[in-house]
């Protein structure tokens, strides 16, 4: 059998701080997510595990993101 999917949909309500924070990480994990693909093609790395080694410190250290977020960037 197949998997069941269920799609919700939600509505985010955040203050105007988290609303501003919110925005301030998906602009990073945008610009990270760029510099990644630039530096796999650069270095011809595609590989998850390859291009963790080249990119995970420096987007963590460049972006400020959290561990979490580098490895979905690097995905």
């Given at each position: 059998?197949?998997d069941?999917?269920?799609?919700?949909?939600v509505?985010?309500?955040?203050?105007?701080?988290?609303?501003?924070?919110?925005?301030?990480t998906?602009?990073?994990?945008?610009?990270?997510?760029?510099?990644?693909?630039?530096l796999?093609?650069?270095?011809?790395?595609?590989?998850?595990?390859?291009?963790?080694?080249?990119?995970?410190?420096?987007?963590?250290?460049?972006?400020?993101?959290?561990?979490?977020?580098?490895?979905?960037?690097?995905?």
């Open positions: 059998m197949g069941v999917k269920l799609v919700v949909q509505r985010l309500l955040p203050t105007p701080e988290q609303a501003a924070a919110l925005e301030a998906l602009r990073a994990v945008n610009d990270a997510a760029t510099w990644v693909a630039a796999a093609h650069s270095q011809r790395v595609f590989r998850n595990y390859d291009l963790r080694k080249h990119a995970y410190g420096q987007i963590k250290d460049n972006y400020g993101l959290a561990a979490q977020a580098a490895q979905h960037v690097i995905k």
